[in-house]
């Protein structure tokens, strides 16, 4: 995956589908095959992985395509509160972030019922202390 940023950037748009047009220096990756999507993955199985079999045998493993402390910038717009193993897709983006990598998540606030609740699709709703349990206080607890 050598694709990045006319500066150079690794940027991922985690589930932007047809609205990855807004955001054309990232790497789209969405569940749903597309023209703007660079990758077809479902994100319910965490980042993007590759099987590789190892000289024809039965025997294949699984790697990463972003590797540790790689990534920019993951930008998850209105994906997140789809997604049930949320904890392990946060794990594996806070592994491929660099140090000072950014995450920018957009999702709808449990504060606003319609917007959090009437898709029924969600699976899951969001308030500001949500992501309080990703901090280093609260994990250290």
Not at 17 to 24: A, C, N
Not at 83 to 109: C, F, H, T, Y
């Amino acid at each position: 995956m050598n694709s990045k940023s006319p500066d150079g950037r690794l940027l991922i748009n985690l589930g932007g589908g047809r609205q990855s047009v807004e955001w054309p220096h990232h790497i789209s990756i969405d569940k749903i095959k597309s023209d703007k999507v660079s990758i077809v993955w479902d994100l319910e199985n965490g980042l993007p992985k590759i099987r590789i079999d190892v000289d024809s045998m039965d025997l294949s493993y699984e790697s990463k395509i972003f590797k540790d402390n790689t990534v920019d910038e993951f930008l998850c717009k209105h994906v997140l509160e789809h997604i049930r193993n949320l904890l392990q897709l946060m794990d594996e983006m806070w592994d491929a972030l660099k140090p000072e990598g950014i995450l920018r998540i957009m999702v709808p606030s449990a504060h606003h019922t319609e917007a959090a609740f009437s898709d029924p699709t969600h699976v899951r709703a969001f308030t500001e202390k949500t992501f309080n349990y990703w901090t280093h206080a609260t994990l250290a607890a």
